[in-house]
């Protein structure tokens, strides 16, 4: 499934073909990326990204303070969300963190089967699932985009409050 930018659309000014994220087809890409935007690994020796698949089943990623919109240039996504790298005791990438946290295309959890596919093209150790998942509902009365917790289903914008669907819209 196809996901579309649903974010603020102010973000699209940012969005520029220089910007957009680098490919990684390899985890010798993963390790150019690295050093060539010097990203410098946090207490426990992980790097974090902000990732997206576009939709011919490429990993993108780029520093993990950038908008999603901006690594996918603008396009439609499969999935999008962060992404972590750890260097192992052998000296190896492997994927220790994966989520679908991007509030700007709010991808659905089966998102993963793309995800999935796309890592396993690349191929670097990765876990079974989104390590953290997330569902997002759109608030069909007031727009706003919800993240659900604790399965409570209710819009947050404290001037709507309006129930929101159990289903993923
Ligand atoms: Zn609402």
New binding site residues.
């Given amino acids: 499934m196809e996901y579309i930018f649903v974010g603020d659309t102010g973000l699209l000014r940012l969005v520029k073909a220089e910007w957009k994220g680098y490919c990684i087809r390899s985890v010798a890409d993963i390790e150019y990326w690295i050093k060539k935007t010097n990203q410098k690994p946090d207490g426990n020796s992980e790097i974090t990204a902000t990732f997206i698949i576009d939709l011919e089943y490429s990993l993108l990623i780029n520093d993990r303070h950038s908008e999603h919109v901006v690594c996918a240039a603008g396009e439609n996504v499969l999935s999008a969300g962060e992404i972590t790298f750890e260097l192992d005791k052998n000296k190896s990438y492997l994927i220790s963190q994966i989520t679908n946290q991007s509030t700007g295309y709010c991808p659905s959890p089966k998102s993963w089967s793309a995800v999935k596919y796309t890592l396993e093209k690349v191929g670097i150790p990765f876990s079974d699932f989104f390590t953290v998942s997330f569902e997002f509902r759109i ?1 069909s ?2 727009g ?1 985009i919800n993240v659900i917790k604790d399965n409570y289903f209710v ?1 947050i ?1 404290s001037e ?1 409050q ?1 129930p929101l669907s159990a289903h993923e819209n």
Avoid: Y
């Fill in positions: 608030c009365t007031c706003w819009c914008n709507c309006n």
